[in-house]
């Protein structure tokens, strides 16, 4: 009998034991490159339907597919071995009923490997996380600032400065973890709310402009590299500055093939002399 010594990918439920422990620290990755370069530095990578709006030039999250999740997500898992991987299902594949939610995250965990899935949603999704956490699936969920909701919320401002929006956040944050999520992103959030459900819920909290009183923090990957230029948030910080060297390297290398100085002789395949 073989004895499994191989170090193995972090879980949804060490996610959740590090509640007090440490701050739990996440990125979204959609793609094997990155997902490399950052797999030993991040607890968990979310493929997030941000995707849409970072990648395929979306106005909003709306639009991305389920295809679309399942090809970045197996992308994800290519490049990385150490990171719990996390899934979001898109717009429309889950609210209609439980069962649906069921059988878009089983076809998630199947096609890509992950071990968990994000979906956003309070008090109303409440049933389906249980029954998806009953039966296997463990969830991530999201809630104050919900990006796929932006038809009937019209806009994408911070939440938890009257009344009306309090009672809904702690609401859906405690609906969400008393169903089992295994930890809450929470987003777009004042942070004396945000510091009152960190303390309240069992679930680690994970932040995206939701203050330090979080148990952990989540960013899109392309703010923190600063390729993404258009507008920078208040909760964003650029951790690098690429946009101006991608364009460097772009400009350098159209100016070097006009002047034909690229390819030079180094990268050039010339027949062996004999
Ligand atoms: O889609 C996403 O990237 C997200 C994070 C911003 C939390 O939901």
């Not at 009183?213 to 507008?231: K, N, P």
Request: charged content about 20%; overall charge neutral; proline content about 5%.
């Amino acid at each position: 009998m073989s004895v499994h010594t191989a170090k193995r990918r972090l879980a949804p439920s060490d996610i959740k034991a590090l509640k007090g422990e440490r701050p739990i620290v996440s990125l979204t990755a959609y793609t094997t490159p990155v997902a490399k370069l950052m797999d030993p530095h991040v607890d968990f990578m979310l493929v997030g339907d941000s995707l849409g709006m970072v990648l395929y030039g979306l106005d909003s999250t709306v639009g991305v597919t389920i295809e679309m999740m399942i090809a970045h997500g197996q992308a994800v898992m290519r490049g990385s071995s150490n990171a719990c991987v996390v899934v979001d299902l898109p717009f429309g594949a889950y609210q209609q009923s439980k069962e649906q939610a069921f059988a878009t995250a089983a076809r998630v965990l199947k096609e890509t490997g992950c071990s968990a899935i994000k979906l956003e949603g309070g008090a109303e999704m409440a049933e389906t996380v249980d029954f998806l956490t009953q039966r296997g699936i463990p969830v991530l969920g999201h809630v104050g600032l919900m990006p796929q909701l932006i038809n009937t919320t019209g806009g994408y401002r911070s939440l938890g400065r009257n009344d009306k929006e309090v009672e809904k956040i702690r609401k859906d944050a405690a609906a969400i973890d008393d169903a089992g999520a295994f930890a809450i992103v929470i987003e777009g959030t004042v942070e004396p709310l945000a510091r009152e459900i960190t303390g309240k819920v069992k679930a680690p909290t994970i932040g995206i402009g939701a203050s330090p009183a979080c148990d952990g923090q989540v960013l899109v990957v392309d703010d923190v590299l600063g390729i993404f230029t258009d507008f920078k948030p208040r909760f964003v910080k650029h951790f690098a500055n690429l946009a101006p060297v991608m364009s460097e390297a772009f400009a350098t290398y159209a100016e070097e093939v006009k002047a034909r100085s690229f390819p030079a002789p180094e990268h050039t395949f010339q027949l062996k002399k004999v």
